[in-house]
């Protein structure tokens, strides 16, 4: 039986990292005031800006500040969870001590009455064939044991280096063609369709591509609505304008809720 809740809170892509203060004092207090208000809270992935392994959490304070703040957030609402492409790696243990429940990606949901599909989203970036290929490999089981087993600083040096290979290309390919590049970073329209025909909805909720936005779509005889998440960052105000929002879905309808002027 799927989840059914007749209000809810639904964010992605936080980034949280102790260079990040701001967008995380934001999330804390979302914890503790906003998100307390609706019956569950659905976080779709890429909470943390890398995440290298459970274990990694008992030697990191601001790891166990977070934790704590899902854990108590956990006591007053459903909270459930969507891998991201940053933290793929959240597991069991983590997982049993905020209280989160994992949703696999894609899963469906009842919220005030209406039937949605949610997902993190890069899955459904397939113009992207090498991020697609890359994304297979790492999403092997073995792959991600032989992983966790190495050091701890051998995995922390591994993410730092793919964030700045992967951060260094993708300005490098902006540059060279935004608009290609936008394209091809972007969802497409043929595997958003089969998604939503696969699951039997009408109603597609995702994040990942920074690019919020309520979407009417169609291919073919196949209709749709998607509605993308807001990244977070209140942090970096020369380069780009403040965000954080939430889609809050209830009897009311579906709408965005801009939570720094909250």
Partial sequence: MI??????????????TPSMPLTAQRFFDFCEKDAPKVQAVFILGDLFEYWVGDD???????????????????????TYYIHGNRDFLIGSAFLKKTGMA???????VEIADKKYVLC????????????QIFRGIVRKPWIQKLFLNMPL????SIANHLR?????????????????????????????????????VDQLIHGHTHLPA???????????????????DLDHPERTTPRASALSIDSQGVRYLDLIKA
């Fill in 3 to 16: 989840p059914q809740y007749s209000s809810a809170l639904l964010i992605s892509d936080i980034h949280l």
């Fill in 56 to 78: 990694a959490a008992s030697n990191s304070p601001f790891q166990q500040e977070v934790l704590h703040a899902l854990a108590n957030l956990s006591t007053k609402t459903k």
């Fill in 102 to 108: 994992l949703l696999a990606d894609p899963s469906c």
């Fill in 120 to 131: 993190h989203g890069d899955a459904l970036c397939t113009a992207d064939v090498g991020y």
């Fill in 153 to 156: 600083h051998w995995r922390r």
């Fill in 164 to 200: 700045s290979n992967s951060h260094t290309q993708y300005q490098v390919e902006a540059n060279k063609s935004p608009l290609n590049n936008q394209m091809r970073t972007n969802v497409t329209l043929e595997a958003c369709a089969a998604l939503v025909r696969g699951q039997s």
């Fill in 214 to 232: 309520h979407h009417k779509e169609q291919l073919g005889e196949q209709t749709w609505q998607r509605w993308v998440l807001s990244d977070w």
